[in-house]
């Protein structure tokens, strides 16, 4: 039986943050992250948007006889759609999902910062999988760094929030800078 898929764009790359087997590269056509500000809380999710012109790199991993409770549970805010269609990557094909902040939880005020810790474990993430290029990639191909940044390493608020070395900081710091800096 072939086993469904997701792709993850976010901290889902980061594979110490969850045990979902087969984890590999791939490529998502179609779609762009943003930093989404929900009703839910008062931080910003990490989502996705169609963008016809953005190619993003993630994971994909698999989810055991199609389990989908405990990553639903997990991605409560959002919602799954079908990208089966626009997901490459080395490895048997299989019905692959993406998850979306469900459009009912959009909120449109503007206090609803991006917690550091957050961008701590996406980078982590990437930099592991993908490299310094994969870091830049990331950066590149997300909107909403227009909001501010909450420095919240020392009491971390994320929950799936690791321990990042100093070079790792310092290379998150030196990205988000130079993003905060063209998103004035």
Request: net charge negative; aromatic share 10%.
């Amino acid at each position: 039986m072939n086993e469904p898929a997701f792709f993850g764009y976010g901290s889902l790359v980061n594979l110490a943050t969850h045990r979902y087997g087969d984890p590999r590269p791939a490529v998502l056509h179609g779609w762009r992250r943003v930093w989404q500000r929900t009703a839910l809380r008062k931080a910003a999710y990490l989502s996705v948007t169609p963008c016809a012109q953005t190619v993003l790199h993630g994971v994909v991993a698999r989810v055991p006889n199609a389990d989908w409770a405990a990553l639903d549970l997990r991605e409560a805010a959002y919602q799954r759609h079908d990208v089966s269609d626009t997901i490459s990557h080395e490895g048997q094909a299989a019905p692959t999902a993406v998850y979306q902040v469900r459009p009912e939880h959009i909120a449109k005020d503007s206090d609803h910062p991006i917690l550091l810790s957050y961008v701590d474990v996406v980078v982590q993430g990437y930099l592991a999988m993908y490299g310094h290029a994969g870091v830049a990639h990331f950066f590149a191909t997300t909107d909403g760094w227009d909001t501010t940044v909450l420095d919240d390493r020392d009491d971390p608020v994320y929950p799936r929030h690791q321990t990042l070395s100093i070079e790792e900081r310092a290379l998150v710091d030196q990205h988000l800078a130079a993003v905060m800096q063209q998103a004035e």
